[in-house]
């Protein structure tokens, strides 16, 4: 699936017109339009904005699956305080985690 599929397919899941993507993308009327007329691939800078306006990441975007998790600012933190931890740590801290 193109990127402009992907794009008509997200809006006609959540009921959204091309007026509604362009306002919630803070894109103009005329990006959102042209870009389905003219079959053409958007810029990085506008699928930005445009995922922006669905609430997802670039990432979710590309997703080849339906299973991302959204990245709430409660995982940011858990990922960051993660990341520094020794195999040892993490290790203890999975057991822990299965043990709740």
Not at 29 to 46: D, G, H, M, Q, W
Request: proline share 5%.
């Amino acid at each position: 699936m193109d990127a402009n599929e992907k794009i008509r397919t997200m809006m006609t899941s959540r009921g959204w017109t091309p007026y509604k993507l362009a306002k919630e993308s803070h894109l103009s009327e005329n990006t959102i339009a042209n870009l389905f007329k003219r079959n053409s691939v958007p810029s990085i800078y506008t699928l930005e904005a445009i995922c922006r306006g669905f609430g997802i990441t670039l990432s979710q975007f590309f997703a080849e699956t339906e299973n991302m998790v959204e990245l709430t600012p409660e995982l940011e933190e858990l990922f960051e305080r993660w990341k520094p931890l020794t195999p040892t740590q993490k290790r203890l801290i999975l057991q822990l985690m299965q043990e709740l």
